[in-house]
């Protein structure tokens, strides 16, 4: 497949030049809001030509939602990234056949429409894979195409609930907490490029086809919530809500200064857990018999919190940093975003980057998510205007004519 030509209006980039370890794959990126759109957002930043279909009228809720500034999506700009747009009404014939005929050309087509939807338009997966027996189709939904909750709204939130993360986040006599970002989305978005890569290798390296990725929101959080199933399965034992405590060890939890602002202790290993008895001048709790493990350790937190609230809260934030670091002892501070932006190790690692952008001139946003010493991704500009690159692809890709595509506009199929 031959390389696109980028957006004329968004020449500059970040990174070096090299095309990307996915140059030649094709993305479509029929997907809506956070965890499908991640999914392509993470394969462009490593080189794919993603291509962003969207409804003519309604674009992607995600251009809308968070923070706007002059009716321009800040959100967009990020997860857009890389990514060219063209506005296509699939549920219309007319509009549905344009996306086989891009299918036929492309590697990878990720949706997050209700389970049904797709096959309702003609375009599920026999259909695309008639077109294309090659593609791979990333199905992204809340709780997966099968199943008694298959038909339910799946949005993160609700994830957040049933997944368990919210039952076992909050304080002890609180009410269950909601993460206050797309958590389960955001699982589910990285665990999907890592599928949509697998399902790719099974084709290209293993001499396989093309194949569905069904992949429910519900499972990868349910996954990074680690060993509760079988825990509860082998011992009957249901968590309970700890706050910042850890039912694992302790000292683990944030603590206020005294001017102040809060830090973070960690003690997973007890070497680290001796060092900080030893800082707080309290040694002596090392030669108790239940400080030999974390699980004993934490349930004595009452006192080891008090111990180690009392001693960080007679010191300021950078006394504390300070004396813990140089004990090799695991603290950090809590950072809100405009400490985030500040720190030295993020600004030298370029964690966070400055990028052109047509509409801002210059926007801070994440960098590439993984560093690749021979095969580096890069952004090669933000996220467009809806419809930005129809024209385009149609005409110069697909082949249709001028009459053709203002046709199509005229009757709404695109934009």
């Given at each position: 497949?031959?390389?696109?030509?980028?957006?004329?209006?968004?020449?500059?980039?970040?990174g070096?030049?090299?095309?990307?370890?996915?140059?030649?794959?094709?993305?479509?990126?029929?997907?809506?809001?956070?965890?499908?759109?991640?999914?392509?957002?993470?394969?462009?930043d490593?080189?794919?030509?993603?291509i962003?279909?969207?409804?003519?009228?309604?674009g992607?809720?995600?251009?809308g939602?968070?923070?706007?500034?002059?009716?321009?999506?800040?959100?967009?700009?990020?997860?857009?990234?890389?990514?060219?747009?063209?506005?296509?009404?699939?549920?219309?014939?007319?509009?549905?056949?344009?996306?086989l005929?891009l299918?036929a050309?492309?590697?990878?087509?990720?949706?997050?429409?209700?389970?049904?939807?797709?096959?309702?338009?003609?375009?599920?997966y026999?259909?695309?894979?008639?077109?294309?027996?090659?593609?791979?189709?990333?199905?992204?939904?809340?709780?997966?195409?099968?199943?008694?909750?298959?038909s339910?709204?799946?949005?993160?939130?609700?994830?957040?609930?049933?997944?368990?993360?919210a039952?076992v986040?909050?304080e002890?006599?609180?009410?269950?907490?909601?993460?206050?970002?797309?958590?389960?989305?955001?699982?589910?978005?990285?665990?999907?490029?890592?599928?949509?890569?697998?399902?790719?290798?099974?084709?290209?390296?293993?001499?396989?086809?093309?194949?569905?990725?069904?992949?429910?929101?519900?499972?990868?959080?349910?996954?990074?919530?680690?060993?509760q199933?079988t825990?509860?399965?082998?011992?009957?034992?249901?968590?309970?809500?700890?706050?910042?405590?850890?039912?694992?060890?302790?000292?683990?939890?944030?603590?206020?200064?005294a001017?102040?602002?809060?830090?973070?202790?960690?003690?997973?290993?007890t070497?680290i857990?001796?060092?900080i008895?030893?800082?707080?001048?309290?040694?002596?709790?090392?030669?108790?018999?239940?400080?030999?493990?974390?699980?004993?350790?934490?349930?004595?937190?009452?006192?080891?919190?008090?111990?180690?609230?009392?001693w960080?809260?007679?010191?300021?934030r950078?006394?504390?940093?300070?004396?813990?670091e140089a004990a090799?002892?695991?603290?950090?501070?809590?950072?809100?975003?405009?400490?985030?932006?500040?720190d030295?190790?993020?600004?030298?690692?370029?964690?966070?980057?400055?990028?052109?952008?047509?509409?801002?001139?210059?926007?801070?946003?994440q960098?590439?998510?993984?560093?690749?010493?021979?095969?580096?991704?890069?952004?090669?500009f933000?996220?467009?205007?809806?419809?930005?690159?129809?024209?385009?692809?149609?005409?110069?890709e697909?082949g249709l004519?001028?009459?053709?595509?203002?046709?199509l506009?005229?009757?709404?199929?695109?934009?």
């Open positions: 497949m031959t390389s696109p030509a980028q957006p004329a209006e968004q020449p500059a980039q970040t070096p030049a090299s095309p990307g370890p996915l140059a030649g794959l094709r993305v479509l990126d029929l997907a809506t809001i956070y965890a499908g759109p991640l999914i392509a957002q993470l394969l462009g490593f080189g794919a030509d993603v962003k279909v969207e409804h003519p009228g309604r992607d809720g995600l251009r939602h968070g923070r706007q500034v002059d009716g321009i999506g800040l959100w967009w700009k990020i997860v857009a990234r890389n990514k060219r747009t063209i506005a296509v009404n699939l549920s219309d014939r007319a509009g549905a056949d344009l996306l005929r299918a050309t492309a590697d990878v087509v990720i949706e997050s429409f209700r389970p049904g939807t797709m096959e309702r338009w003609g375009l599920g026999d259909e695309l894979s008639a077109a294309n027996p090659a593609l791979v189709m990333v199905r992204v939904s809340g709780f997966g195409q099968e199943g008694p909750y298959a339910r709204p799946g949005f993160g939130t609700l994830i957040e609930a049933m997944s368990g993360f039952a986040t909050g002890p006599d609180g009410p269950p907490t909601l993460p206050p970002f797309g958590l389960a989305d955001g699982v589910a978005g990285i665990s999907g490029a890592m599928a949509t890569m697998v399902a790719l290798y099974h084709r290209d390296a293993r001499g396989g086809r093309g194949q569905v990725v069904d992949l429910a929101v519900l499972d990868p959080l349910i996954t990074v919530l680690g060993p199933p825990v509860y399965s082998l011992l009957g034992e249901i968590p309970a809500r700890t706050g910042n405590r850890s039912t694992n060890n302790a000292p683990r939890n944030t603590y206020l200064t001017d102040g602002k809060w830090v973070a202790v960690s003690s997973s290993a070497s857990a001796e060092r008895m030893a800082i707080i001048g309290h040694p002596e709790l090392i030669d108790e018999p239940w400080f030999a493990t974390g699980a004993g350790r934490a349930e004595h937190s009452d006192l080891i919190d008090s111990l180690v609230g009392d960080i809260g007679a010191r300021s950078d006394e504390v940093l300070d004396t813990f090799q002892a695991a603290v950090a501070a809590v950072y809100d975003v405009s400490t985030l932006v500040a030295p190790h993020i600004q030298a690692r370029e964690t966070l980057i400055e990028v052109p952008d047509a509409d801002f001139g210059q926007l801070l946003m960098n590439v998510l993984a560093r690749l010493s021979a095969s580096p991704g890069r952004i090669r933000t996220g467009r205007p809806i419809g930005a690159d129809t024209d385009a692809i149609l005409i110069r697909l004519s001028e009459s053709d595509v203002e046709g506009r005229s009757r709404g199929v695109i934009r």
